[in-house]
């Protein structure tokens, strides 16, 4: 009986070691809303895979502790991390509340989506600072590792999609959004982007009225208020197309999961969507030559998870560009 105890202690001592982590070994989970294609499938990871083959082929980006650095910055402590996990969540409330409850280290959400919820959640914090995108814009940080990743790269473009048969209502838009950026009412409502509340949209007598899919899970961007009113960025900019183009807007809630299912069915003719951008040929030639180099391996990198069609739904159609945004990291403050 006690050789039958002792083997069986050794057994479980022997898997107890098996089982504990190597002394120093730390894995971070980090959040981020899943990708759809038109079937639903997950781009799983996509992001967080980004930034690792950004690690792997250049060294631009380092992972510290609960979120992603630029290398060069002296300020942070580097932690050595063996592992990264990325964790798909289908709305951004509830990847917040993972968060919150601890269940990941940090999430991937645009630039200015981070901002807003840094504001409004005083625990909330990220690497790069509102504030600190002045200089992301203004020149000072140019190097390979910073403003071509991050903005080019990494950058994300705001348009609206739609089912392909709607080329003629895509050029009208196109036109809109044309105009708006031609007279500064677009960088005008960028600037005011954080501020921006409820909206009323123009009512046309006897005008075609154009469906539009609201989620608001993308505050200020795409944002619904506490009493379900869709309001901010997306809202203030759809007023402007309705007024420019003679067309009564009406916004429809629907799950940010579903806006592909909702635009294919014909419950909205319209929906807001993001997609790769087109790295800026003039920044690439701006870049000195032994960065060049860099910036196309990283560029080759990135491919297998962000080339321009990576999630565009077959059979549909996008407008021009109207926002341009990057990616940042959240995480708790300590």
Known sequence: MKKCVSLFLALFLALTVIAVPAVGETTIKIGELTYLKSDEASRSGMLVEALKAIQSYSGGFQIFGNMYVVNDDASA???????VEAVEFDNLNSMVMSLNAGQIDGMIVYFTVGSYLCQQNE???????YSEMERVYGGEMTNIKNRFILDQILGTDFCFLMME???????????????MKEDGTLDALKASIMELDKVELPKI???????VGVTGDLPPIDYVDEAGIPAGFNTAVLAE???RTGKNIELVSIESGARSLALSQGIVDVVFWSRINTPDQSIFDSLPENRKVDATMIGMALSPYRHPDIDIPEGTITTDVY????????YLKK
Do not use: K, M, Q
């Open 123 to 129: 625990n909330l914090t990220s690497w790069l600072e």
């Open 323 to 330: 926002l341009h945004d990057i990616f940042v990291t959240l």
């Open 241 to 243: 197309i309705s007024r």
């Open 205 to 211: 007598d006897n005008a075609e009225t154009i469906r």
């Open 165 to 179: 048969d709607h080329a003629a209502l895509r050029n009208e838009f196109n036109l809109a959004i044309a105009g």
């Open 77 to 83: 402590a580097p932690v050595d991390i063996d592992r």
